[in-house]
């Protein structure tokens, strides 16, 4: 079978991986000039910036571990030991680890009664059926309920834990007001918080799709090659793409859900392009604050979250030579500054590269001018999965023409690990299905003859 996969983030690698393993032709058409999506590294003055993703999270990332380890390269992931402070609107800070859910339980900041209510109200979850698995968009609508994070984690946490463990560290994987997230993704996380551990490849995030590619020999990759159509052909499909017309049986379609709608628009029922299309996604940004010197070479915090501040635009500040050595060169630092999407509305990229270095020195300490500032912004950043999103996305898969699947992270929320399961469970959903059927001419096998 010919397979085209439209789209070379994580989603469109695994796919093309995973479809090479069975011995299928793939043919992957990628807009940008390099494959990782919004896990790409860019390269500027000796630092190897990451453009989205940050880190792997252990055992929650069950399918990405695997593929690693099929591939050999999982030895090769640099653990992330992420102490972290916590730091209160007063100024305050706290020590805690990012990867061990319940040492927040140790702030201060709550009572022998608000420790009691946390740990019931995780202890509770751990006892219930729930999502087991974080990433798979039709498990964790099974457990949608069509309640916010928000009043969810109020009512089962209290205040204290919602502001000082679910928005701190909600508001850093996903940046957006907790009453827009559904509960699924949380529940699953705190049902297995024992699971998480954090590391990174060595030349970051991005190497995971420049292994994959290494995986799939064989496979041709076009770079700056975006799809241009899909049209039925007698035998299969015809994918245009940079121009040219290529001849497949097949097709993954792992570009974002308002691409993948234009391009099957005419081919699928306009309700599945619809859901595609209103398909929520928060604005996104992040800065790069790049120091040839390092300010604070004895630091011992990795990342620094602000909790119990409502007017905070950003929610998180990380070091960058600790949560990935090659990100920097010799002796040098960068603080990658991650921002709330709401306050993004009215700010300019000058103004959210001014913010970042004034959140960097708030999170570390005094620090000269930096040697360069790297904005990543993006309108369409991360989907946002809120109360009713998984099974809508879900249902749209059921939707498809026999020989087109679906990827990407949007059908169980953003991840790695979601769009590698995604990719993943499109190729194999190919296989199941077959390529698509030859359309039987005019008069023949009618009955007629």
């Known amino acids: 079978m010919k397979t085209a996969v439209i789209g070379a983030g994580p989603a469109g690698c695994t796919a093309a991986y995973t479809l090479r393993r069975q011995g299928h032709e793939v043919e992957v058409f990628e807009a940008a000039d390099r494959v990782g999506g919004r896990t790409s590294q860019l390269m500027r003055e000796g630092f190897n910036l990451g453009s989205g993703a940050l880190f ?18 999982y030895e090769e992931l640099v653990p992330w030991d992420a102490q972290t402070h916590v730091i209160d609107a007063d100024g305050r800070r706290y020590v805690v680890k990012f990867d061990q859910v319940m040492s927040f339980l140790k702030l201060p900041v709550f009572s022998v009664k608000d420790k009691a209510r946390i740990a019931a109200g995780v202890a509770r979850q751990l006892l219930s059926r729930g999502p087991k698995r974080c990433f798979d968009g039709a498990e964790l609508a099974r457990y949608d309920r069509g309640e916010t994070l928000e009043t969810w984690s109020r009512r089962v946490l209290g205040d204290k834990g919602h502001d000082y463990i679910t928005v701190p560290y909600m508001g850093f994987l996903y940046a957006v007001p907790m009453s827009w997230l559904s509960t699924s993704l949380y529940q699953a996380i ?22 994959l590619v290494e995986g799939s020999p064989g496979a041709r990759v076009h770079l700056s090659t975006p799809a241009e159509a899909i049209t039925r052909t007698p035998s299969g499909y015809a994918v245009t793409a940079g121009g040219e017309t290529y001849e497949v049986d097949a097709i993954v379609v792992a570009c974002e859900p308002g691409v993948a709608a234009d391009l099957l628009a005419g081919l699928v029922p306009e309700e599945a392009t619809t859901k595609l299309r209103v398909c929520r996604y928060s604005e996104y940004a992040h800065a790069q604050v790049c120091w040839e010197q390092n300010p604070w070479p004895g630091s011992k915090i990795s990342v620094a979250l602000p909790a119990n501040m409502p007017d905070a635009v950003w929610g998180a500040a990380v070091l960058q030579s600790h949560r990935h050595p090659g990100a920097v060169p010799p002796g040098g630092e960068a603080v990658g500054v991650y921002f709330y999407t709401p306050p993004l509305a009215g700010m300019t990229d000058e103004e959210i590269g001014r913010a970042a270095v004034d959140a960097a020195r708030l999170a570390y300490g005094d620090a000269p001018e930096p040697s360069f500032v790297h904005v990543f912004h993006y309108r369409r950043g991360l989907s946002i999965a809120g109360p009713g999103h998984y099974a809508t996305l879900n249902s749209v898969h059921l939707e498809m023409p026999p020989g087109i699947t679906l990827a990407g992270d949007y059908f169980a929320h953003a991840g790695v690990e979601a769009a590698i399961f995604s990719g993943e469970l499109a190729a194999q959903r190919l296989r199941a299905a077959g390529p698509a059927p030859v359309a039987t001419p005019a008069g023949v096998g009618d009955g007629l003859g």
């Open 56 to 73: 792997l999270m252990g055992g929650i990332y069950p399918r990405t571990n695997a593929i690693l380890k099929e591939l050999g390269h």
């Open 190 to 211: 705190l049902q297995q918080f024992y699971k998480l551990s954090l590391s990174v490849p060595p030349r970051g995030i991005g190497q995971i799709c420049d292994w």
